[in-house]
Nanobody, 127 residues
Framework: QVQMVESGGGLAQTGGSLRLSCAAS????????VGWFRQDRGEEREGREFVAAITWSAPTPIYADPVKGRFIISKDKVKKMVYLQMNDLKPKDTGLYYC?????????????????WGQGTQVTVSS
């Protein structure tokens, strides 16, 4: 069983930065991928907004258009960690951020493709 644990959320001002961390545990193969999703208050899992994803073996991450050029996703395979560096934050980035694990099924922009979810970490950006 794979477990995901997020950390690093908090409060930032517009234009500021935060770095989120995601620790994965359990058996992870090279087909594994980790995605970050943002959820507004009251949304269901299916409504979570894709932010970024990275696969364990491929070097090229993918990003949602609203975060391109501002957020950077990276990984440390040895430590089984994935990071989301969030720069030039905007109030619309506010939300509960989840990291999720995908066992290699593809469809990385869609919440339904992920089997393993963390508990979320809150990011609040003040104007």
């Amino acid at each position: 069983q794979v477990q995901m644990v997020e950390s690093g959320g908090g409060l930032a001002q517009t234009g500021g930065s935060l770095r989120l961390s995601c620790a994965a545990s359990g058996q992870i193969f090279d087909t594994f991928a980790v995605g970050w999703f943002r959820q507004d208050r009251g949304e269901e899992r299916e409504g979570r907004e894709f932010v970024a994803a990275i696969t364990w073996s491929a070097p090229t991450p993918i990003y949602a258009d609203p975060v391109k050029g501002r957020f950077i996703i990276s990984k440390d395979k040895v430590k089984k960690m994935v990071y989301l560096q969030m720069n030039d934050l905007k109030p619309k980035d506010t939300g509960l951020y989840y990291c999720a694990g995908n066992g290699g099924s593809g469809g990385l922009a869609y919440p339904i493709a992920y089997s393993y979810w963390g508990q979320g970490t809150q990011v609040t950006v003040s104007s």
